[in-house]
Protein backbone atom coordinates (compact mmCIF):
# COMPACT_ATOMS: atom_id res chain seq x y z
CA UNK A 1 0.00 0.00 0.00
CA UNK A 2 1.34 3.66 -0.57
CA UNK A 3 0.56 5.90 2.07
CA UNK A 4 -1.02 9.11 1.31
CA UNK A 5 0.85 11.86 2.29
CA UNK A 6 -1.75 13.38 4.23
CA UNK A 7 -2.25 10.17 6.15
CA UNK A 8 -1.90 10.53 9.70
CA UNK A 9 -1.18 6.69 10.44
CA UNK A 10 -0.51 4.44 8.21
CA UNK A 11 0.14 0.68 8.34
CA UNK A 12 1.28 -1.69 5.89
CA UNK A 13 1.13 -5.50 5.89
CA UNK A 14 1.36 -5.91 9.70
CA UNK A 15 1.63 -9.72 10.77
CA UNK A 16 1.07 -10.77 14.97
CA UNK A 17 1.02 -14.37 15.89
CA UNK A 18 0.64 -15.19 19.80
CA UNK A 19 2.73 -18.62 20.24
CA UNK A 20 0.62 -20.51 17.33
CA UNK A 21 -2.30 -18.24 16.99
CA UNK A 22 -2.08 -15.74 14.46
CA UNK A 23 -4.04 -13.05 15.26
CA UNK A 24 -2.97 -10.36 12.37
CA UNK A 25 -2.16 -11.71 8.95
CA UNK A 26 -1.01 -9.02 6.31
CA UNK A 27 -3.19 -5.84 7.61
CA UNK A 28 -3.61 -2.86 6.05
CA UNK A 29 -4.31 0.37 7.71
CA UNK A 30 -4.76 4.70 7.39
CA UNK A 31 -6.52 7.25 9.07
CA UNK A 32 -6.38 10.74 8.29
CA UNK A 33 -6.40 13.77 10.68
CA UNK A 34 -10.07 14.19 12.01
CA UNK A 35 -11.24 11.23 10.59
CA UNK A 36 -13.55 8.26 12.62
CA UNK A 37 -13.15 5.31 11.56
CA UNK A 38 -14.67 2.01 12.89
CA UNK A 39 -12.93 -0.98 12.69
CA UNK A 40 -15.15 -4.11 12.82
CA UNK A 41 -15.17 -7.76 12.59
CA UNK A 42 -16.23 -11.05 14.25
CA UNK A 43 -14.78 -12.22 17.79
CA UNK A 44 -11.02 -13.20 17.82
CA UNK A 45 -10.29 -11.86 13.99
CA UNK A 46 -7.59 -9.63 15.69
CA UNK A 47 -9.22 -5.81 15.94
CA UNK A 48 -7.49 -5.10 19.80
CA UNK A 49 -4.34 -6.60 18.25
CA UNK A 50 -4.42 -3.88 15.12
CA UNK A 51 -5.43 -1.09 17.81
CA UNK A 52 -2.43 -1.81 19.80
CA UNK A 53 0.21 -2.14 17.01
CA UNK A 54 -1.11 1.26 15.55
CA UNK A 55 -0.64 2.68 19.29
CA UNK A 56 2.52 1.27 19.39
CA UNK A 57 1.40 -0.55 22.53
CA UNK A 58 2.18 -4.35 21.07
CA UNK A 59 5.08 -4.38 17.92
CA UNK A 60 4.10 -6.53 15.15
CA UNK A 61 6.10 -9.60 14.02
CA UNK A 62 6.59 -7.61 10.65
CA UNK A 63 4.79 -5.13 8.92
CA UNK A 64 5.30 -1.06 9.52
CA UNK A 65 3.04 1.26 11.30
CA UNK A 66 3.93 5.21 10.18
CA UNK A 67 2.76 7.98 12.13
CA UNK A 68 3.27 11.45 10.70
CA UNK A 69 5.74 9.61 8.57
CA UNK A 70 8.09 8.35 11.65
CA UNK A 71 7.96 4.46 11.97
CA UNK A 72 6.85 3.51 15.21
CA UNK A 73 9.19 0.23 15.86
CA UNK A 74 12.20 2.60 15.04
CA UNK A 75 11.98 5.02 17.72
CA UNK A 76 13.35 3.67 20.89
CA UNK A 77 11.00 2.39 24.10
CA UNK A 78 11.05 5.78 25.43
CA UNK A 79 9.91 7.71 22.49
CA UNK A 80 7.22 5.91 21.94
CA UNK A 81 5.48 6.26 25.58
CA UNK A 82 6.40 9.70 25.18
CA UNK A 83 4.69 10.21 21.67
CA UNK A 84 2.07 7.94 23.36
CA UNK A 85 1.46 10.21 26.42
CA UNK A 86 1.72 13.61 23.97
CA UNK A 87 -0.11 12.87 21.19
CA UNK A 88 -2.37 9.50 21.78
CA UNK A 89 -5.54 9.02 23.74
CA UNK A 90 -7.11 6.18 24.44
CA UNK A 91 -10.62 4.83 25.89
CA UNK A 92 -11.00 1.30 27.07
CA UNK A 93 -14.22 -0.68 27.98
CA UNK A 94 -14.28 -0.26 31.28
CA UNK A 95 -12.74 2.86 32.12
CA UNK A 96 -9.92 1.81 33.72
CA UNK A 97 -9.74 4.98 35.58
CA UNK A 98 -7.73 5.26 38.77
CA UNK A 99 -10.04 4.00 41.51
CA UNK A 100 -7.97 6.58 44.51
CA UNK A 101 -8.31 9.91 42.38
CA UNK A 102 -11.38 12.07 42.09
CA UNK A 103 -12.73 12.63 38.82
CA UNK A 104 -10.66 15.49 38.15
CA UNK A 105 -7.55 14.70 39.25
CA UNK A 106 -7.80 11.20 36.67
CA UNK A 107 -8.88 13.51 33.70
CA UNK A 108 -5.60 16.03 34.71
CA UNK A 109 -3.39 12.73 35.01
CA UNK A 110 -2.32 12.77 31.56
CA UNK A 111 -1.28 16.69 31.60
CA UNK A 112 0.61 16.23 35.04
CA UNK A 113 2.60 13.22 33.09
CA UNK A 114 3.41 15.91 30.82
CA UNK A 115 4.61 17.93 33.46
CA UNK A 116 1.23 20.42 33.64
CA UNK A 117 1.18 21.75 36.78
CA UNK A 118 -2.03 20.88 39.24
CA UNK A 119 -3.79 23.99 39.00
CA UNK A 120 -3.41 24.66 35.06
CA UNK A 121 -3.73 20.59 34.74
CA UNK A 122 -6.83 20.54 37.02
CA UNK A 123 -8.47 23.54 35.42
CA UNK A 124 -8.23 22.14 31.76
CA UNK A 125 -9.98 19.04 33.14
CA UNK A 126 -12.85 20.85 35.04
CA UNK A 127 -13.51 22.24 31.53
CA UNK A 128 -13.76 18.95 29.82
CA UNK A 129 -15.85 17.93 32.59
CA UNK A 130 -18.34 20.45 32.06
CA UNK A 131 -17.98 19.95 28.14
CA UNK A 132 -19.30 16.56 28.63
CA UNK A 133 -21.95 17.47 31.46
CA UNK A 134 -20.23 15.48 34.24
CA UNK A 135 -18.82 18.16 36.05
CA UNK A 136 -21.32 17.70 39.07
CA UNK A 137 -18.98 14.58 40.20
CA UNK A 138 -15.66 16.11 39.67
CA UNK A 139 -15.49 15.31 43.44
CA UNK A 140 -16.33 11.33 42.95
CA UNK A 141 -14.29 8.91 42.59
CA UNK A 142 -14.80 6.38 39.59
CA UNK A 143 -16.55 3.44 42.50
CA UNK A 144 -19.31 6.60 43.15
CA UNK A 145 -20.15 7.06 39.75
CA UNK A 146 -22.82 5.27 37.24
CA UNK A 147 -20.80 3.40 33.71
CA UNK A 148 -22.01 5.82 31.38
CA UNK A 149 -20.19 8.72 33.98
CA UNK A 150 -17.51 6.53 34.40
CA UNK A 151 -16.82 6.52 30.39
CA UNK A 152 -17.52 10.34 29.72
CA UNK A 153 -14.61 10.55 32.78
CA UNK A 154 -12.54 8.44 30.59
CA UNK A 155 -13.01 10.64 27.46
CA UNK A 156 -12.47 13.16 28.92
CA UNK A 157 -9.34 12.14 30.17
CA UNK A 158 -8.12 10.99 26.88
CA UNK A 159 -9.18 14.71 25.20
CA UNK A 160 -7.57 16.72 27.84
CA UNK A 161 -4.11 16.18 26.34
CA UNK A 162 -5.32 17.90 23.03
CA UNK A 163 -4.27 14.23 21.29
CA UNK A 164 -3.99 13.96 17.48
CA UNK A 165 -5.49 10.21 17.58
CA UNK A 166 -8.26 8.55 20.34
CA UNK A 167 -7.81 4.66 20.32
CA UNK A 168 -11.18 3.43 21.50
CA UNK A 169 -11.55 -0.10 22.15
CA UNK A 170 -14.99 -1.00 22.51
CA UNK A 171 -15.94 2.37 24.89
CA UNK A 172 -19.33 1.10 24.85
CA UNK A 173 -19.35 -2.55 25.17
CA UNK A 174 -20.49 -1.76 28.91
CA UNK A 175 -23.06 0.51 28.81
CA UNK A 176 -26.45 0.36 28.12
CA UNK A 177 -27.94 1.61 24.46
CA UNK A 178 -29.13 5.07 25.50
CA UNK A 179 -25.76 5.46 27.39
CA UNK A 180 -24.19 3.70 24.92
CA UNK A 181 -25.77 6.28 22.10
CA UNK A 182 -24.98 9.22 24.71
CA UNK A 183 -21.36 8.38 24.98
CA UNK A 184 -20.75 7.79 21.29
CA UNK A 185 -22.10 11.70 20.66
CA UNK A 186 -20.26 13.21 23.02
CA UNK A 187 -16.65 11.39 22.13
CA UNK A 188 -16.91 12.22 18.15
CA UNK A 189 -18.62 15.59 18.80
CA UNK A 190 -15.90 15.97 20.88
CA UNK A 191 -12.83 14.42 18.25
CA UNK A 192 -14.75 16.67 15.66
CA UNK A 193 -14.57 19.27 17.01
CA UNK A 194 -10.84 19.25 18.13
CA UNK A 195 -9.74 17.48 15.21
CA UNK A 196 -8.46 14.24 16.45
CA UNK A 197 -9.03 11.03 14.17
CA UNK A 198 -10.57 8.34 16.47
CA UNK A 199 -9.99 4.24 15.92
CA UNK A 200 -12.88 2.97 16.95
CA UNK A 201 -12.74 -0.92 17.72
CA UNK A 202 -16.43 -2.19 17.98
CA UNK A 203 -18.29 -5.18 17.57
CA UNK A 204 -22.02 -3.07 17.20
CA UNK A 205 -23.08 -1.56 13.73
CA UNK A 206 -25.13 1.04 15.98
CA UNK A 207 -21.55 2.04 17.53
CA UNK A 208 -20.02 2.15 14.10
CA UNK A 209 -23.03 4.03 12.66
CA UNK A 210 -21.44 7.17 14.57
CA UNK A 211 -17.87 7.00 11.72
CA UNK A 212 -16.97 8.50 8.54
CA UNK A 213 -15.70 5.14 7.55
CA UNK A 214 -15.61 1.53 8.47
CA UNK A 215 -12.80 -1.37 8.14
CA UNK A 216 -14.09 -4.46 8.61
CA UNK A 217 -10.96 -7.15 10.20
CA UNK A 218 -11.32 -10.71 9.27
CA UNK A 219 -9.21 -14.11 10.25
CA UNK A 220 -6.02 -10.94 10.54
CA UNK A 221 -6.85 -9.23 7.37
CA UNK A 222 -7.99 -5.50 6.93
CA UNK A 223 -10.37 -4.59 4.44
CA UNK A 224 -11.70 -0.72 3.78
CA UNK A 225 -15.05 -0.64 3.37
CA UNK A 226 -14.87 2.56 0.98
CA UNK A 227 -12.14 0.52 -0.87
CA UNK A 228 -9.11 3.18 0.21
CA UNK A 229 -7.47 0.27 1.25
N1 LIG B 1 -2.02 -11.40 24.60
C1 LIG B 1 -2.44 -12.44 23.88
N2 LIG B 1 -1.93 -13.68 24.10
C2 LIG B 1 -2.33 -14.74 23.36
N3 LIG B 1 -3.25 -14.67 22.37
C3 LIG B 1 -3.79 -13.47 22.11
C4 LIG B 1 -3.42 -12.30 22.85
N4 LIG B 1 -4.12 -11.25 22.36
C5 LIG B 1 -4.89 -11.74 21.38
N5 LIG B 1 -4.70 -13.07 21.23
C6 LIG B 1 -5.34 -13.94 20.22
O1 LIG B 1 -5.20 -13.31 18.97
C7 LIG B 1 -6.41 -13.40 18.22
C8 LIG B 1 -6.93 -11.98 17.90
O2 LIG B 1 -7.31 -11.38 19.14
P1 LIG B 1 -7.90 -9.90 19.24
O3 LIG B 1 -8.13 -9.62 20.68
O4 LIG B 1 -7.02 -8.98 18.49
O5 LIG B 1 -9.27 -10.06 18.45
P2 LIG B 1 -10.58 -9.14 18.50
O6 LIG B 1 -11.10 -9.12 17.12
O7 LIG B 1 -10.28 -7.84 19.15
O8 LIG B 1 -11.51 -10.03 19.43
P3 LIG B 1 -12.77 -9.57 20.37
O9 LIG B 1 -13.75 -8.92 19.45
O10 LIG B 1 -13.27 -10.87 20.91
O11 LIG B 1 -12.23 -8.65 21.42
C9 LIG B 1 -7.37 -14.24 19.05
O12 LIG B 1 -7.28 -15.59 18.62
C10 LIG B 1 -6.85 -14.06 20.45
O13 LIG B 1 -7.17 -15.20 21.23
Known amino acids: ?107 ALPLRLVGVGRKEAESRATRWLERLEIDDVRHHRPGQMSGGQGQRVAIARALVGAPSVIFADEPTGALDSLNGERVMGLLTDAARETRAAVVLVTHESRVAAYSDREVIVRDGRARDMAGAV
Open 1 to 107: MTASTSALLTASGLHKTYGSTPALAGADFVIHPGEVVAVMGPSGSGKSTLLHCLAGIVPPDSGTVHYRGKELSALSDARRSALRRADFGFVFQFGQLVPELTCTENV
